[in-house]
């Protein structure tokens, strides 16, 4: 999950064909378009089944792909070392997420403090790994959320909501009893079970997913996460299976190049391109810098240069992604940049 790019990052298109930027440009209005009332009511109905359904699996959890089994009211003994209470390390708009996203105005970004990945690398370890932020009730977390929308904002993005997907329905739901409107963002590291997804359906308007890397031998060294890859490709599969069937908006999948893995990185495209082709949008991500473990790492201990993120860049084009976005970054002054 890539939480913390500045504000001031801009995003280019990844193509110039006017085609392709018209239906992009169209995909903002997409998402910006605010659920009428019927579908809030029938959003409505949908969350109060699913949070009957997924509750009971916090007894013995099975909501990501790690499947712990644990009861996560007794200890919070599992992978992602969460209990039941929300946790939250701050409510914030957010606007350098990727264009039909942000908007004008911002996302309403909740981010939720822990993850079911360990990445070396985290660039946001102390809320995902060491969990900090605070408990919040339901009630607070969606008086905090539609204090922020009745100013005015784009989008709500939950940003890794996957082990605490209950609570964040529940908070949710109250927002929607209260006339909230805007698109649903799921901002995830990939690492999700598509079961769960698939009860998503009709609730999450945007999937914003990760695809980390194409090889489980660096995903269990990386990432900590056994069979990323399959798991990864399975659960893209469930998102982009709600957009073809006109009940979610749309799937942006981001990959973050890292220094030295320029081979994954096109592996990774591929795959991309063979499984989905132009059913997703692409967020090529070139913001990679050490944190976390991998500080004094051998590979990863440096950015990632300008040289490597632009091969990576053509190797999409080549492919053939048109629609997406990518990112640039100036190595002199340490700031992401519209370059192209
Ligand atoms: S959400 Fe947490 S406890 Fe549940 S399966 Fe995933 S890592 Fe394990």
């Known amino acids: 999950m890539l939480v913390f ?80 209470d929300i946790r939250v390390a701050s409510v914030a708009c957010h606007k350098g997420e990727e264009p039909p996203i942000s908007g004008e105005e911002g996302a309403i970004n909740v981010f939720f403090s822990g993850c079911n990945l360990h990445c070396l690398h985290c660039q946001n370890w102390p809320i995902s790994q060491k969990r900090v932020g605070s408990t919040v009730t339901p009630e607070e977390l969606s008086a905090r959320i539609l204090k922020k929308w009745r100013r005015g904002m784009h989008s709500l993005g939950w940003v890794t909501p996957t082990p605490q997907i209950v609570g964040a329905l529940e908070a949710y739901l109250l927002c929607l009893r209260n006339g909230f409107d805007l698109p649903l963002i799921h901002n995830n590291g990939g690492y999700e079970n598509p079961e769960v997804v698939d009860h998503l359906s009709h609730v999450v308007d945007v999937w914003l997913p990760d695809a980390k890397t194409a090889d489980d031998t660096q995903a269990a060294k990386i990432q900590g996460a056994p069979n990323y890859v399959i798991i990864n490709l399975q659960a893209i599969a469930a998102m982009v299976n709600q957009v073809e069937e006109g009940n979610a908006r749309a799937v942006i999948v981001r990959h973050m190049v890292m220094p030295a893995h320029l081979d994954d990185s096109r592996q990774v495209l591929n795959l991309l391109w063979d499984k989905f082709g132009s059913s997703i949008y692409l967020s090529l991500m070139g913001q990679y810098f050490p944190a976390f473990h991998t500080v004094n790492h051998g590979s990863l201990g440096r950015k990632l240069s300008e040289e490597e993120y632009n091969q990576v860049i053509e190797e999409a084009r080549k492919i053939g992604f048109k629609q997406g976005w990518v990112q640039h970054y100036d190595t002199e002054t340490g700031v992401l940049l519209d370059c192209l």
Do not use: W
Not at 43 to 62: F, V
């Open 5 to 84: 790019t500045p504000d001031a990052l801009i995003r280019r298109f990844l193509c110039a064909d006017m085609e392709v930027l018209a239906e992009i440009c169209e995909l903002t209005g997409v998402i910006d378009s605010r659920l009428s009332p019927s579908e809030m009511d029938a959003r409505i109905g949908i969350m109060e089944d699913l949070i009957s359904i997924l509750q009971p699996q916090l007894t013995n959890c099975t909501l990501c792909p790690r499947r712990c089994e644990v009861n996560r009211y007794q200890e919070p003994a599992g992978e992602c070392g969460l209990g039941v």
